[in-house]
């Protein structure tokens, strides 16, 4: 329709110029040998300005669209205009007018359907060929003969050129329409998301924002249209627009990042995402921003319960180990103050049941406090290999080890530095020593070895940053399968008079120094257990 609007302004144009240069020339040339001449020449042109100016109004000032017969009038007056033309140039001789007739042509045929388009270029080669007949009674047929077959030949090629642009510009009027109704809908969609999305241009300008992301970011879109908007993006999310300028310089979308945004009542958690689309050469960055703060307080609320869940589950086994102690201690006393004529030994045997049960007692909840404060507060540089040698030393002072056991460790010469709590590492390590050197039995032996490891020799499923390896192995009966699977469970123990607190212990610091801990009940090159220790030389800092 657009084109079609076009062609008509240019043709009005092209009309009226040919109405007035005739005129023209009638007057001043023509008129000077008849007036009948110059009588249709002003006809022609007074039909002209009328019939322009009624097509200019119907078309531009009221806006109407051409319709099929609003265009076919245009063809057929502009078919007779020129055929006028030819006649009043033609009255002396052959007119050199005629290839007026290809511009009428082929205008109908851009304008009017196939049919139309031959139509109109059919009349003008019977006009032509009539204006011949009239002006030249013995005209010569071979030129007009050939002109008129020009017009026929002309017709068809642009007829059927013009409905080729017709139909290919219906099919992009469409294609348009359409792709302008995905747009519409898709902004719709955009704005009616809850997910925060802004665009950044490769000169950092905002090119898109929506709804959801002016309402995150307290942001005014058009004040950010012709100026760099990166640094309003880290003023208003620390690291945002960093993330983004980034992101345009490496060429690499962000899949997971995460922001802590402070504001005056509470912090916001924001999860970043990026990807990166290059127009016209430069960088453009789509950031999807995801308000995780209510997905972190339900996290927080389900770990709170799980900590109050393992500290009711704690209580309970700490309340069920202690009765066992106290109904002993009770029977005792009971007996002692009821029988005063006592034999001496039967007296020794309570007493000693009343020391050994109170020991008991003050050893589990010795165990039990240092668990519930189990935490890495400390952090540091650590040389593993100086915490394995002193914790092994303290343990050669146990009374277990008494029984001609052999510590043995391999180490490497120069320190292995790894970052953690000193006093955690010790507690834990001596802990896991002492449990290897019980379950050794007499004259048995404990094996240690410490020493990095290379990324790729980790276990299946395991990733950490630089590992070290620590690993235990004992010369016991070993541990069977359903054991293993509660081994590091708190207050669980298959040893007379354990706790079951020590191996519970050595669990929670290793996941402190964000590390993990696997049990080999059963070694296949020989007896005993092995327990192996994985830690990243650089572990993030939190609580266990």
Known sequence: MV??????????????????????????????????????ATLALLLAVTFTVVSFWWTEILGRAPGTNFLYAQSIFDTLLVTAVVHITGQDGISPFPPLYILVIATGALTLPLPGGMLIGALASILYFAEMVWLHPDPPEAVALLQIVLFAAIALVTGALGDRLRRTGVELGAMESALRQLRLDTNEMLAAIDTALLTVDGEGRLSYANDAAVALLSLDPDAWRTRSVLPELDRRAPGLGTVIQRTAKTGVPIRRYEIRRRTATSDRYLGVRTTVLT?????????????????????????????LQAVAELGASLAHEIKNPLASLRSAAEQLAASVDMPAADREVLRRLVVNESQRLSRLLTDFMEFSGYEANRWGNVDLTEVVEEALELVRQHPAAGNGVRLEVDRPAEPLMVDGDRDLLHRALFNLLLNAVQHSGPDGRVLVEVGPLAQGALPEGMAMRAPVRLSVRDS????????????????????????????????????????????????????????????????PRGKG
């Open 3 to 40: 084109q079609t609007l076009k062609l008509l302004r240019w043709l009005y144009l092209g009309r009226l110029t040919l109405a007035a240069g005739i005129f023209a020339g009638a007057l001043f040339v023509l008129g000077e040998d008849t007036v009948a001449t110059a009588l249709v």
């Open 279 to 307: 127009r016209e050469g430069q960088p453009w960055v789509t950031a999807v921003i995801q308000d995780n703060t209510e997905t972190k307080r339900i996290e927080e609320l389900l770990r709170r319960a799980e900590r």
């Open 476 to 539: 016991g009966p070993g541990i069977e399968e359903a054991e293993a699977a509660r081994i590091f469970d708190p207050f669980y123990t298959t040893r007379e008079g354990g706790t079951g607190l020590g191996l519970a212990l050595v669990h929670r610091a290793v996941e402190a120094h964000s590390g993990s801990i696997l049990v080999d009940g059963r070694l296949e090159d020989g007896p005993g257990a092995r327990f192996t220790v994985y830690l990243p030389a650089k572990a």
